[in-house]
Structure formats: structure tokens, C-alpha cells
């Protein structure tokens, strides 16, 4: 049966065949472990490294690479960004939309004497500036807020929020993991102090992949602490980037196809990446948008939203849908509530979840096509069987 | 030039062949982020991180794979375990020869009130049982030893250490970095709570994998926060493993380079990889050892030190010897500290460091002998121009 992979919000796929070739590449003719020593394999792994960790300064407009530090994932990323930065005490603001990325992270820190203001989105998961100006406070010291919902794809306005804590003199933590690769990213003009990415998603590199961009090291204590190759003399963690956030041996050949991920995008444009899953939105809202059978969440506005699409068919638990999806139709989406279950109670789609579609740059306009076809068949045939 | 990699203590290479094909299998054929949907790609990928727990459960004697976590590497796993146990006011107990994955976490926890007793090897760089049992006090919450040294190779009495930790209900967590998959291990037989290992040194995976074996998680709060791809409907970490130590997504394509990795040694067996790296050791113990040209470090014994040796030209520094291995002859290894200063301390090679040859399963008898002769080449050239 053919298959169709709607679930590039969890991981990205197919990627380009680059990032494989790369990983090849360093695994049979490298090798090396950067920073560790002075030979001709550890060298070529270092120079492996900075070229990816150049990209992606490129690409977000970050001025001194070595600000961009690496992690396994986003969720590292924000973590290192949470707990480095917020002590008892503090007061952040975060978002009903957020991933439990940043909600786990942030509840632990409530417990642990941090006031925590959860700004509410409104019924189409879209977040404002005017909803976090409402709660700061004089003593806020972090606004976390995610670039786009990894369940509604809606896109907030990070320019404006970014602006509002530059002003306040509050830091602003950006969770990127669904927009990096596909939105426009700025930090400069975004104001955004750290930056939280996932590397394998609209990146289009392997798994192991991510990292945080940190405007201020000094405002940030790292999560672990360990070999850096730099400072060997020392049992002290350097306080220099990246190697402050960088202890252990980093995923070389992983970051070997990130690099070649990032390439391809830089390549081809972020502007063209995202008219294109634009263009499938718009044909994903056109038959489906307007028709009783299905429910449709978040703004419906291929101008504020990636490409993701979450649904229901009226009458029909997610968990079924999704199910026959799969097994009839060989499409893959993913069900339920996409570890952001407060996201699930702003759509009012709590605890039964949403069918979610998410597409990429190798997505065709007929594979929405087909998906959109297999999801009236389905409608049609469990209303006549119920 | 023909190269010579001796820096296999950093990160083996080569690897097995089976390891890259299953990391493009993944790559091409699966690609799903496993627990994040019911799809078939979630699911082979779920399969794909069961299988290789269940070898590294098999390799270690655990019981039960759940126990068995998930991190970017050895670093983390080592953060995880002592971030996650010791807390102000405990006392724990580690050795001069560890890494700065340990010492540097450890000085971090000593500022924020943990006491700590450092236990001094001998000169060979050795740790035995008696050293440790002199620091243990009544409050002793953890002992924290290194398998074998970085440095010198040197293995260390675990399974006495263990004994002791037991008898005095006090926490022993081992660093495997340096023996995971070249020496045997059996977290039963060794008394071991927490073991923290590598995957892309003696285990033959990729960057970006290693882990952490954890008896009891209910003395063990998490590193990080995120989602798990369970308990999607809360905004608490679950407490259940491995969930609850593996926040965000997993290195998937990691994780299946490494289950061949293991496989690869499991199918030969431990005794005859260790049997091979001692072989050579004795080679080059035998061509070295008693040469006034060389200072050699460690025990000089190959039953009790791992495929690594560190040495010196008598009256040269490591630095020099290091550079003129690399650039005359093709011969990689690693000058200076190792990421271990105090161990360096201990073996009196601090500051300059040594240069370290570590080998691997694919190294040859006559690279040895080849890297012995360019030595004693070195050193006559040395001489002479000295």
C-alpha cells in the first residue's frame, strides 16, 4: 500500500538525500572527535562542526556563531534556557499554547518558588502581545513563548513580543522546534534573547539534533557540567560559549547532516520552503474548510500558520480516525493531544485530542489531495455505520 | 600518507559496516519519532530504540530495559546520576583519576554545600577498595569511580567497591565511558546503582548516544523536563522509566547505529574483544617497557588496564611528540590532560599531559609495531637534534 507522512511536526521526512551523504561521509572518512585533539581526524570533526554551527547563524541572523551552542533537541535547548536562567522568586510569563517542553520545566520551577503567569490564546490557539503585556509584572524576568503551536501551526507575533520585552528589559525565550527551517527567523529584529531549535524537524536533519542561541552567557548557568575539550588544565566548567553549554562529546555526525539540512534550505530559500506548504494549506482548507462534516482548529489562515492542519470529523473520536487513516489509507497524521495538553484546552479539544496533519517541503499537492479524499471517505462511511 | 587512528579512548573509528547500514535503513525505509503517534514509522521506530535497550540489557545484565536511559552521551548520563542524588549537606565519595565529567558536576555540587572526599590513587593511577573505604562517613550518599581510567587505562576494583557500597547502603555509580563493550560489566555481579556509559567508544555507535542504567528511580529526580510522548494529557514529567529520564525526542537514528554496534560485540563476545585490545597491549608493553627512551604511565600490566597507554619521551614534551606522531608519520593520538587534570596530578604528568595511544577492535598487531617504530624513531631524532 502506499504510504503518506503527514507527521513532519514530530519529525521530519523523507530529508534530503545531502544529510545522509554527509553522515556517510563523516562516518567512513572522519571520524574524529572535535576538540579532543590535534590530529587530522579531530580537526576535520571541529571544522564538521563550526560550517553547521556557520549555517545556522546565517540562517537566524546571529552575528557571532559561537553563540548558538548544540543540544540533543529543542527540548534540551529550553530546558538549559529555563532552569539557567529562572531561580524562587522570579516571575515568567508563558502561554496556554506552549509544548510540555516548556510547561514541565516551568511547573517544576513553580514548585520550586518561581511565579509563573500562563497567558491565555484565545479559541484559535493564536497568542498576541497584547495577552503578555496583560501579565507582566515589574519583576518579570522571562516571557517563554513558542513561534508557532505545534497543534494549530498558528504563527504568533513573536516581532511584536520580542519588542515588548526589549522595552521591558525582560528576556525573551523563543521555542522555535516548529518553525526553524520553514518561518523567517530573526533574533536581531525578533529581539529574541535565546532561541530553543530542533534539528530534525523543518531543519531536515537526523534525530540527536538542536541547540539554543544565547544572546548572554552570563545570565545563563549550565545544565551539565563536563569535558569540554577546552580548559583541560581546569575541574572548573568554562564560562566561555559554546563550551559552557557543550559538556561531552557532541553528536558529530549527526551535526554533519544537520549542516547539509540547513544548506539545503539556505539553497532553495526560507521564502520558497514556505510558500510551498502555504500553497497545501490553502488546498487543505479549501475542500475542507466550510463543510459540516469536519471540524477545523486554529486560525484557518494560510498567512498565520505552518503546515499543520488539526481536525476532527464531527461526531468521531480522533483516536478512530486517526486509526483508519493508517490502516486503510497508509496515512500517517498524529492523534490525541501532541504533549501540550493545556494547547487542547484553549481549542476545547481536551482530553480526546485532534487529528493532526503536518506536511513538508517533499509534500506533493496531490498527497493532500489524497488525504483530503480518504478523510471524506471516512466521514461518509462511519456516518452511515454509526 | 597511511594514517593511524590510536585515538580510540575519544571515540572509536572505525565502526562496523552494519552500523552506517542501519543508520541509513532508518534513515531511508523509517524515519517516524517513536511514542509520538500510532502510525507505522512511530511504531518500527519504537521497535528500532526497544532493540537496542534490550542488547544493552543483555551486555550489562539488566534485568529489566526500562532501566536503561537514554542520553546524548557518557556526560549526560553522569550529570543525570549526581545532579539527580546529591544535594546540599550529603557527602559523596569520588577518586583522582575521574574525568571532568565527574570532577567538574561535583565542584559545581561542593559550592552549593555537598561534601566531598576525593580518594587519591597511587602513582600508577590505580583505585582499590582500601582507598575508598578510608573516605566512606556515616553520611556517605554516593560513591562515584570511574571503571578505568581515561589516562592510564587502569581498571579498577568495581566489583570490591561495589561490595563495600552495598554493605554500607550507599550509592555506587561507575563511569563506563572508557570500558562499556571492551570490558566485561554486570550491574548484579558488581553491586552497581547507577551505570553511566558511552555508546560510540568501546560500543561502536555513533556521536550522540550513550546512557544510564538506574537500579532505583525513585532516588533520582530528572535532568530536564519534556515531552515523553506519554502522560500527554499532563503538565507533570511522568515518574516512571525510562520515560521520565528521556525528555524530547530521542536519537533514533543513533540508537539504531548503536544496536549494531552492540550486536556486533555481543556476537564475537566481550572476552575476545578484551582478549584482542590486551594482545596488543603486550605488544607494546613489551617494545616500550624498560626502554630508558620512554616513561611509560599506568600499571604497565595488561590484565588490569584497558587498550590505552600513555607515555612520554623522556625529556620531550607530549605536545611536540604528539604533533611530529601526526604530521611525520600519520600516527593520532591524544596529548595534554584528557579532560583529567587531577588524574594527571596524580600520575605527576601534570601540566604537560602525555601522549595517549588507545586502540580498538580493528586495530592491527602491525600498527602497533608501526607506531612503536616511529617512536623510537622520534626519539632518536629527538636526540639528536636536542
Redesign the interface.
Known amino acids: 500500500m502506499k504510504?503518506y507522512?503527514f507527521?513532519n511536526a514530530?519529525?521530519s521526512?523523507?530529508?534530503p538525500e545531502t544529510?545522509?551523504q554527509a553522515?556517510?561521509f563523516y562516518?567512513?572518512r572522519v571520524?574524529?572527535?572535535p576538540g579532543?585533539?590535534?590530529?587530522?581526524?579531530?580537526i576535520e570533526a571541529g571544522r564538521i562542526v563550526l560550517k553547521t554551527r556557520d549555517l545556522l547563524a546565517v540562517l537566524f541572523n546571529v552575528k557571532d556563531p559561537a553563540r548558538i551552542v548544540f543540544?540533543?533537541?529543542?527540548?534540551?535547548a529550553?530546558?538549559t534556557a529555563l532552569?539557567g536562567v529562572l531561580k524562587a522568586g522570579d516571575h515568567a510569563v508563558t502561554t496556554s499554547m506552549e509544548?510540555?517542553?516548556?510547561?514541565?520545566?516551568l511547573?517544576?520551577l513553580a514548585r520550586l518558588g518561581l511565579d509563573l503567569s500562563v497567558a491565555e490564546a484565545d479559541r484559535t490557539g493564536e497568542v498576541t502581545v497584547d495577552m503578555i503585556r496583560k501579565c507582566i509584572k515589574d519583576k518579570t524576568r522571562l516571557v517563554a513563548v513558542t513561534h508557532a503551536s505545534n497543534v494549530t501551526g498558528a504563527i504568533n507575533e513573536i516581532e511584536k513580543i520580542g519588542l515588548l520585552c526589549k522595552q521591558n528589559n525582560i528576556l525573551f525565550l523563543v521555542d522555535a522546534a516548529q518553525t526553524a527551517g520553514v518561518v523567517g527567523l530573526d533574533v536581531e529584529r525578533m529581539s529574541i534573547d535565546l532561541l530553543a531549535f530542533?534539528g530534525?524537524k523543518g531543519l531536515l536533519g537526523?534525530?540527536?539534533?538542536?541547540g539554543l542561541f544565547i544572546r548572554d552567557e552570563k545570565l545563563l548557568k549550565p545544565?551539565?557540567?563536563?569535558?569540554?575539550?577546552s580548559l583541560?588544565?581546569?575541574?572548573?566548567?568554562p564560562e566561555f560559549l559554546p563550551d559552557c553549554y557543550e559538556?561531552?562529546?557532541?553528536?558529530?555526525?549527526?551535526l554533519a547532516g544537520l549542516g547539509e539540512g540547513i544548506r539545503f534550505i539556505l539553497d532553495r530559500g526560507i521564502d520558497r520552503i514556505m510558500a510551498h506548504e502555504r500553497r497545501l494549506l490553502e488546498i487543505f482548507l479549501n475542500e475542507t474548510d466550510g463543510d459540516g462534516r469536519f471540524v477545523l482548529y486554529g486560525a484557518r489562515n494560510a498567512l498565520k500558520q505552518t503546515g499543520v492542519l488539526s481536525l476532527n470529523i464531527r461526531g468521531f473520536a480522533a483516536?478512530k480516525v486517526?486509526?483508519v487513516l493508517?490502516r486503510k489509507y497508509g496515512i500517517?497524521?498524529?492523534?490525541?493531544?501532541?504533549?501540550a495538553?493545556?494547547a487542547h484546552k484553549t481549542l476545547g479539544t481536551?482530553?480526546d485530542?485532534t487529528v493532526r496533519f503536518s506536511w513538508g517541503f517533499f509534500t506533493g499537492e496531490k498527497d493532500i489531495l489524497k488525504a483530503v479524499r480518504f478523510l471524506k471517505e471516512i466521514a461518509e462511511n462511519m456516518k452511515h455505520q454509526s
Chains 1, 2 share one sequence.
Not at 99 to 105: D, G, T, Y
Not at 206 to 210: A, E, I
Not at 332 to 339: E, F, K, Q, V, Y
Open positions: 504510504s507522512y507527521d514530530a519529525t521526512w523523507p530529508k544529510v545522509i553522515m556517510e562516518f567512513r571520524g574524529g572527535n579532543r585533539a590535534g590530529h587530522r581526524k579531530a543540544t540533543k533537541n529543542a527540548t534540551e529550553l530546558n532552569y509544548h510540555n517542553s516548556v510547561m514541565r520545566p511547573n517544576d530542533s530534525h537526523p534525530q540527536g539534533t538542536g545544565l551539565t557540567r563536563g569535558g569540554t575539550g583541560s588544565y581546569s575541574e572548573e566548567q559538556s561531552g562529546t557532541l553528536n558529530v555526525i549527526g483516536s486517526g486509526e493508517d500517517m497524521t498524529r492523534i490525541g493531544l501532541h504533549c495538553p493545556r481536551f482530553p485530542g
